[in-house]
């Protein structure tokens, strides 16, 4: 194990909270998370019983999104709890929870910027937009990005597999990414995962942004709305590669904070992990209008139905 993960899981040891902390902080994750998770199965009923979302690419990468953030926040829970109620777990245990992390992570950004696309089609081309985004070629897209987010994220597990010794999957560790995956390799090959989707993210942020900002209909009520919601692609996005600094940021903290590095790390992981995840299904489903119609149905439909049955 390389030098950095020990130093890492040795700072989480030393800095273990005490009992009463560490439920406080176990209860308020689960009921953040849980929330959140309620929310987003909401949003995914009213896609799956609205059929008029079926063919429109901006729903399809959406419900990809909170599917996404589902599966994303759910790991993160999971970690979390197991990281107080059993510390350390074996690798072969923790690296299928660290696999589906970084797929998830991955996928996010690379899915705000596919919705960032489609969003300047809409604008730019208005004339062109249903033979540019097709219901074929949006899933072709999405399946693109899983594969990717896949491939970046199996050598990890292949490496690991070819250089470490089978007792090494059998030891109890505190599941990261660094102390599964341990060799400095790999290590570098995340920094460069993470620059170079960092740069094409932004970039296409950037061009879509300024494309629509200077059209020649800039003026128009739905130009105006999509330059409102390419910000708010930026800024989730901004949110989301926080992600990217999380080991910078932990070593400054332990230099910092060293007394309280337990709950540096606590506001770390709520800031990174649970806020973006709690932004997305505002920005993205109760913000549309056609989308929040329809929510709001169900929800009202389902307050009405209790009652019924209550009385």
Known sequence: MDAAAVANASAVIQYRDSLGKAVVKNLVVLAIGLSINYINVGLMYTFCKHQMFYWNPRYILFFSLVVNDMIQMSVGITLFVISYALHRISVSACAPFILMAIITTENTPLILACMAGECY?????????????????????????????????????????????????????FCLRETAFPSPVLIRKRDITYIVYLVLVWSVIFFTYFKILFAAQAASKDAKKARRTIVLHGVQVLLCMTTYAVPLVKDVLLRVFPESYSDSLFACYIIVQVWPRAVSPIIYGVRDKCFRKYLKQYLVCGTATRHAGDS
């Open 121 to 173: 089609v809409a604008v730019r081309l208005p004339l062109h937009h249903a033979r540019i985004c097709t219901v074929r070629r949006t899933l072709l897209l999405l399946a693109a990005i899983l594969a990717v987010s896949v491939v970046s994220a199996f050598p990890d597990l292949f490496v690991t597999l070819a250089t470490r010794r089978r007792d090494f999957f059998a030891s109890k560790i």
